[in-house]
Structures are given as structure tokens and as C-alpha cells.
């Protein structure tokens, strides 16, 4: 059964610093994993999409990267901003389209 | 457009009641997902159509009852629910679901609050 962990649950930086959010699961058997943004009380919103032959995807300030064969995924935020605040989630596509989402990480940047 | 629409935003209703949720996508999509959402927790999937035909029903309660009228369209009917099943509903589309791994577009969620 696949399981998908972040790590840490809860960040908090001053405005201007760099997040760095750390993704794992256990089977390495995914079509992709994607980055998610939540804020409070609303639906998610898709950040990023790493198709499993990929190694990277850049959208303006986040790039994250995947490797597949250690079950790990990293998404950075450059020169974060108070509106970066959210909780950011990961998810991996299984075969069947199910994703399989971690816990999220919370993330708090200060003015 | 990518914009998947869910109405009603905040619902609340008795455990005798019957209500419905909607979901609305005009993408073109052909696949259309149901999640459960608890505070502080991640999605949890409760049913996937695909070509309007349920293709996944992640052993969820009888008391939920998904329709797919149109490609466009799908509902969630609830029945007898019970204050535990309080929580967000978000419904997402993608392009064909499946194995073929496409971005999931999510709409905003229902709250739903049971008596």
C-alpha cells in the first residue's frame, strides 16, 4: 500500500527565505506526483505536475524536483512571500488515476 | 477555462434529510472525482466516473449516492447522514483519468455540517 509522508507538518520563515518541502512515499510504481496549495477552508489547487520520466518542473518561483527511484520529491519556493502561506500538499497518481495524498505540510511565512 | 464549480458552498442539514451536492466542469474532461476532506487531514476518495460511467467506489456508505447525468456534470446525493460525515466535499475533473496520470483540477468544496 502506498504510503505518502511530509516532512516537516508545519514551517514557519520570515519573509524573503527560501522554502524547501520534502515529499516521500514507498512505491516507486507512480505515473506522477503533484504539488497541491490549500488554503484555509478552500479547495486545492494544483502547483506542479512531475510526470514519473521527468526529473524537474519550474513554474515561476517553485521547481520541484522527483526521484523516482529513492520515493522522494522536493518542492522549492523562492524569495517566499506572506502570500505563500498555505498548506501545501503531494500527491502520487497510482495506475488505477487515484491520488494518494500526504498529510501536507503548513506553511506560515511572516512580513 | 479551467474552473471546476461545486454548489452549494456551506450546507447544512438534519440526519433525515436529503440533499444534494453538484459539481459542474466545461474542460472537456471526461473523468470526474468525489473526495471527503476532514479538518486537518488530506482527500480521501470516494468515487471516480469515467465517461460517465463509475469506474471507482472506494467502499463508501450507501447513505452517499453519486450520479454522472452528463460529461459535464455530477452529483452527490446524501441521504440519513450522520454528524461524522460533516466535512469538506471537493469534486475534481481531469482529462481522462485512468492510468494515463493527467492533472486533477479541483473546484472550491461544499462544507457540509450534519445535525
Known amino acids: 500500500k502506498q504510503e505518502v509522508t511530509q516532512i516537516p507538518a508545519a514551517l514557519s520563515v520570515p519573509e524573503g527565505e527560501n522554502l524547501v518541502l520534502n515529499c516521500s512515499f514507498t512505491?516507486?510504481?507512480?505515473?506522477?506526483l503533484q504539488w497541491f496549495r490549500q488554503d484555509p477552508g478552500k479547495g486545492l489547487t494544483s502547483l506542479l505536475l512531475?510526470?514519473?520520466?521527468?526529473r524537474e518542473q519550474t513554474s515561476g518561483r517553485l521547481n520541484a524536483s522527483l526521484d523516482k527511484s529513492s520515493g522522494r520529491s522536493t518542492l522549492y519556493i523562492a524569495a517566499s512571500q506572506p502570500g505563500d502561506s498555505a498548506t501545501y500538499l503531494c500527491?502520487?497518481?497510482?495506475?488505477?488515476?487515484?491520488?494518494?495524498f500526504g498529510a501536507g505540510t503548513q506553511v506560515v511565512v511572516t512580513p | 477555462d479551467t474552473e471546476v464549480t461545486q454548489t452549494p458552498k456551506h450546507l447544512v442539514m438534519g440526519m433525515t434529510n436529503k440533499k444534494s451536492l453538484k459539481c459542474e466542469q466545461h474542460?472537456?474532461?471526461?473523468?470526474m472525482y468525489w473526495y471527503k476532506q476532514k479538518a486537518k487531514k488530506p482527500p480521501e476518495l470516494m468515487f471516480v466516473?469515467?465517461?460517465?460511467?463509475?469506474?471507482i467506489n472506494e467502499s463508501v456508505p450507501s447513505r452517499f449516492s453519486p450520479e454522472c447525468p452528463n460529461s459535464s456534470l455530477l452529483n452527490l446525493h446524501l441521504h440519513a447522514l450522520q454528524p461524522e460525515d460533516s466535512a469538506l466535499y471537493l469534486c475534481?475533473?481531469?482529462?481522462?483519468?485512468?492510468?494515463?496520470?493527467?492533472?486533477?483540477?479541483f473546484g472550491p468544496g461544499t462544507r457540509l455540517t450534519v445535525l
Open positions: 474542460m472537456g474532461h471526461r473523468a
Open positions: 500527491a502520487v497518481t497510482d495506475s488505477w488515476g487515484k491520488l494518494q
Open positions: 512531475i510526470q514519473s520520466s521527468q
Open positions: 512505491d516507486s510504481a507512480i505515473y506522477n
Open positions: 466516473y469515467s465517461y460517465e460511467k463509475l469506474s
Open positions: 475534481a475533473s481531469s482529462q481522462v483519468g485512468g492510468g494515463d496520470g493527467d492533472t486533477q483540477y
